[in-house]
């Protein structure tokens, strides 16, 4: 009918969950890289990551009737095949389904090399590419290429693009890597005259903006050429994690326009700082445009998601 408003397409966005559970892990599974995470997570991170937040985090986004979740990686902490099942069991809880839900991998998921097949085999429904999005063997760069990224889901208006950042990296690090292979695929992706008009958004787990990215620690090594990519083809949003923090950055796109870059803190982290304590967004897209968004937080007390009671943190 003539006049009648159009709903405005939600969608909600987490991050750095690390859904913690480790009943009958063997310590023999934490040898090598695993044991500086393990020890981490006895000494401090199992007192500030609740799987309680998560778990009412999904009654939140079912009661509100999000239209698609999407969660920018660190599902586990240690990447044991425990963890990812554990993970998924919550997920599934999700009404949407796989196919209204997006998880790409974050570099806890790959914590060491079996991490990235751990993700793939039990996250595969929540990560797979629409059909005519895939990628043949002809497309790989090289060996060290993640032929199965990126990812292209479009719903309604929308196209979520989702890249792999998630590498095993030696002690002490956590920085990421798109790849070259990766990052050509993303510019035929973005340049694809089947996503013209489209709200492309652009999934991530690393900061690809701002000094975040350029830590040679914990940020995107190739950041630069990222943002090449960017540049050159332009895309309307590029949502991340990593950092634990609500973070606003831009990238320049083509003809002078700024690509707004979104981080999100931890949605299961407590901490007595506001602005750290769990949290999601949600992005309200209308005729092909973002118009709002607006976060959601954990209040433990009360075990509910509300609206952000303190704005600006």
């Known amino acids: 009918m003539l006049g009648m408003a159009v709903s405005p397409m939600r969608l909600a966005h987490c991050s750095d969950l690390h859904l913690l559970s480790h009943d009958g892990a063997r310590w023999l599974e934490l040898a090598n890289k695993r044991w500086i995470g393990a ?38 902490n240690l990447a044991l095949r425990r963890e990812f099942e554990f993970a998924k069991g919550k997920f599934d809880k999700l009404a949407n389904g796989p196919v209204g839900v997006t998880v790409i991998p974050g570099n806890h998921d790959a914590y060491v090399a079996e991490g990235v097949p751990l993700f793939q085999e039990m996250f595969g429904a929540y990560a797979t590419t629409d059909p ?61 005259p089947r996503l013209a008009g489209k709200v492309r958004i652009v999934a991530i787990h690393h900061p690809p903006a701002g000094k975040r990215a350029t830590s040679r620690i914990r940020g995107l090594r190739d950041h630069t050429e990222f943002a090449h990519v960017i540049g050159e083809h332009g895309a309307e949003l590029i949502v991340h994690g990593h950092e634990h923090q609500d973070l606003t950055e831009v990238l ?62």
């Open 39 to 76: 020890m981490n997570l006895l000494s401090s991170r199992s007192r500030h990551y609740h799987v309680a937040a998560f778990e009412t985090m999904v009654e939140d986004m079912n009661a509100l009737g999000i239209d698609h979740v999407l969660c920018t990686g660190d599902v586990t």
């Open 132 to 192: 005519g999005w895939e990628w043949a063997e002809d497309h790989r760069h090289d060996a060290d290429d993640i032929l199965h990224w990126p990812i292209v889901r479009v719903r309604d208006d929308v196209a979520l693009i989702g890249l792999s950042t998630s590498r095993a990296t030696p002690w002490f690090t956590a920085y990421g890597k798109v790849g070259h292979g990766q990052l050509e695929r993303l510019a035929m992706v973005l340049s694809d």
């Open 252 to 313: 320049p796109g083509p003809g002078g326009a700024m690509v707004p870059v979104r981080g999100i803190a931890s949605g299961t982290y407590f901490h007595n700082k506001p602005e750290r304590v769990a949290r999601y967004r949600i992005f309200e897209i209308t005729s092909g445009q973002i118009v709002s968004d607006h976060v959601r937080v954990w209040d433990r007390e009360r075990g509910l998601f509300e609206a952000n009671p303190n704005p600006g943190t």
